[in-house]
T-cell receptor, first 112, second 115 residues
Framework: AQSVTQLGSHVSVSEGALVLLRCNYSSSVPPYLFWYVQYPNQGLQLLLKYTTGATLVKGINGFEAEFKKSETSFHLTKPSAHMSDAAEYFCAVSSGTYKYIFGTGTRLKVLA | DAGVIQSPRHEVTEMGQEVTLRCKPISGHNSLFWYRQTMMRGLELLIYFNNNVPIDDSGMPEDRFSAKMPNASFSTLKIQPSEPRDSAVYFC?????????????FGPGTRLTVL
């Protein structure tokens, strides 16, 4: 069985500060990992994904995530937060099938 | 590409009424998903179609919910009769299953309010 845990349902950072959103997963098979962003009243937009290969994955809007198998983690980072990054972020895991397991989401607030 | 298209974006109805949500997947995608998002339960997969055939409907809450995919470019999710507890945001997503990768692309959602 697979599961995802996102630590921190709410995270606040100052504009220009580092963004770190945590995601830990559990999977009995090599995982496929995803980060999605949801802006208010919108659908989920794919930020980045890890399937195989390079463990540091770069996505859109300056975000990146690193797959760490030993820590079963896939944390999302961005060096400098922008006001437009305020949104809800979802981590998801799959085993390469159609079934995604989503985390409960982390709402990011960016303070001016 | 226009992305996944959903209609309506907002629906307000009264308890007992029939509700139909519509989805047009991304052209060329062969998989379609319906999800429900609520504060209490997060994102739940309701049903999954592959090549227009329902493969997994284990997430459909009860018989009041039904989904169809008559062709590769259209799907509906119907609730009859609707109840206040059905109030949620319903998302449609599509993907192109190819080997081991299956990235899902989401529509903007339909916010359903049942009074």
């Amino acid at each position: 069985a697979q599961s995802v845990t996102q630590l921190g349902s709410h995270v606040s950072v100052s504009e220009g500060a580092l963004v770190l959103l945590r995601c830990n997963y559990s999977s009995s098979v090599p995982p496929y990992l995803f980060w999605y962003v949801q802006y208010p009243n919108q659908g989920l937009q794919l930020l980045l994904k890890y399937t195989t290969g390079a463990t540091l994955v770069k996505g859109i809007n300056g975000f990146e995530a690193e797959f760490k198998k030993s820590e079963t983690s896939f944390h999302l980072t961005k060096p400098s937060a922008h006001m437009s990054d305020a949104a809800e972020y979802f981590c998801a895991v799959s085993s390469g099938t159609y079934k995604y397991i989503f985390g409960t989401g982390t709402r990011l607030k960016v303070l001016a | 590409d226009a992305g996944v298209i959903q209609s309506p974006r907002h629906e307000v109805t009264e308890m007992g009424q029939e509700v139909t949500l519509r989805c047009k997947p991304i052209s060329g995608h062969n998989s379609l998903f319906w999800y429900r998002q609520t504060m209490m339960r997060g994102l739940e997969l309701l049903i999954y179609f592959n090549n227009n055939v329902p493969i997994d409907d284990s997430g459909m809450p009860e018989d009041r919910f039904s989904a169809k995919m008559p062709n590769a470019s259209f799907s509906t999710l119907k609730i009859q009769p609707s109840e206040p507890r059905d109030s949620a945001v319903y998302f449609c997503a599509s993907s192109h299953r190819s080997g081991g990768e299956d990235t899902q692309y989401f529509g903007p959602g339909t916010r359903l309010t049942v009074l």
